[in-house]
């Protein structure tokens, strides 16, 4: 089964669009867990056992965890493990390097962690993200228009007549893969969104930017059309409560977003 | 002291330029250390003994550490506190994600790491960067123009009679910052560094790609000019030898080029 198939089954199986990102801050975690061994894990398995039936992904920034050194690492590679294999995992690690180098983030991402996908950024073109592009069994997902206001200061210059980001997407789809190929494209833009579905109609789009960024999610679920999505929410699933409740809290704040996400075939 | 003071103390003390990569692979250690407990850090710890009187800096590549999980986030982090507090230590890790994310980058690597500058992507723009760039004490480099062939995909894009690398380059040193600024230039292109030199005459340049990529001193010293720069050799001092004498073999190439790049005030 290659990645993409993964993605249809678990979305079909659950009616769920829905991705959760993992991005487990120490200071955000309640007060109850702190005197654990790992308050990260345990944090991140009651979030995973609350939300997990309404998950088609799990996205975990790999920057939450390096932040805090050999521990973190540690954890981020038992989250990984902890999450069900019928469920899509996404390492949202935004790499890409010279050839011989990006084939050692590959080995990372998907030898040792064993994610199903990973974010990569564009800017240093194919060789860049060649070692990702030849893995079949795997996506690889690649930054176009992101959801910050810092997007429109490099993906929004008109080269040609036509955006960066526009470019980005073109070029990267007319590239030899072998894996499944996705862009990220941030809940902010929905008029923009309407015009990618235009040029790259069968293309994964991974949305995050619902929630704390601001997003509206009516306007993207119309804009995106029936084109194949995850839509992300991090911080308003993970940090919906902050007492003892916040397992609870997830579980509703997780089965609201699928609801209003909604599931079209 | 500031990074920036930090580099040219470092280089008018011993008179060089040169920075050297630790991008260390076990595929690529000699024989003899492989019995032992970690031959990434009985490497590491040789070839640093072998050059270090002739590295301004050490540039170490984090995608080649992650490869090994666990244990190799463990032995980038003792490599960094093996290096004498005098040298310059360079994170080439081309991070950047939106603010909150990149606040965990700038943690992970100047606070856990502890290293003086870091390699960063301009793609998401300026809040993606704003957490490096507040740093006082710290360099920030910026991806501009890379070595590689996929530099031409789109960091040469025509926007308003500039290609993008330009204007990564002329909107980064608009901004406000604490940290010190650098950029990234191939050695594969001297004749566009002589342009950038123009614009950019005082920035930093830590350019990469002289020895196995294929870079010509020469060429790149002309077209520098008296613009301070880190010159980058990875594998042409790390595996100058296969055997034994690796070490002996380290020093004398870090010798050779450190030489060959030269030293002007």
């Known amino acids: 089964m290659n990645a993409f198939d993964k993605m249809i089954a678990r979305q079909s199986a659950i009616f769920s669009r829905l991705c959760i990102g993992l991005d487990t801050?120490?200071?955000?975690?309640?007060?109850?867990?702190?005197?654990?061994?790992?308050?990260?894990?345990?944090?991140?398995?009651?979030?995973?056992?609350?939300?997990?039936?309404?998950?088609?992904?799990?996205?975990?920034?790999?920057?939450?965890?390096?932040?805090?050194?050999?521990?973190?690492?540690?954890?981020?590679?038992?989250?990984?493990?902890?999450?069900?294999?019928?469920?899509?995992?996404?390492?949202?690690?935004?790499?890409a390097d010279i050839g011989n180098t990006s084939a050692a983030y590959a080995r990372a991402v998907f030898d040792d962690l064993n994610c199903d996908a990973i974010t990569v950024n564009p800017y240093m073109g194919y060789d860049s993200l060649a070692p990702f592009l030849e893995r079949e069994d795997r996506m690889v997902i690649v930054l176009a228009l992101t959801s910050n206001p810092g997007s429109s200061d490099f993906q929004r210059l008109i080269s040609d007549g036509k955006p960066m980001y526009q470019h980005v997407i073109e070029t990267v789809l007319s590239w030899k893969r072998n894996a499944s190929i996705g862009f990220v494209i941030g809940a902010t833009h929905p008029e923009e969104l309407a015009l990618i579905r235009q040029y790259a109609s069968d293309a994964v789009l991974l949305i995050p930017g619902i929630g704390a960024q601001g997003g509206d999610i009516d306007a993207i679920m119309k804009a995106n059309g029936n084109g194949p999505v995850f839509i992300n929410v991090s911080r308003g699933i993970q940090y919906a409560g902050a007492g003892e409740q916040f397992g609870e809290k997830a579980h509703e704040a997780a089965k609201f977003y699928k609801e209003r996400i909604g599931y079209t075939a």
Chains 1, 2 share one sequence.
Request: glycine share 4%.
């Open 25 to 95: 801050e120490l200071s955000k975690i309640p007060e109850h867990l702190h005197g654990l061994e790992s308050p990260i894990l345990a944090f991140n398995q009651q979030i995973i056992d609350a939300t997990s039936e309404y998950a088609s992904a799990y996205k975990i920034n790999t920057a939450f965890y390096e932040q805090y050194g050999l521990s973190g690492w540690e954890a981020l590679k038992q989250t990984i493990e902890m999450i069900p294999n019928e469920i899509f995992t996404i390492a949202d690690a935004k790499r």
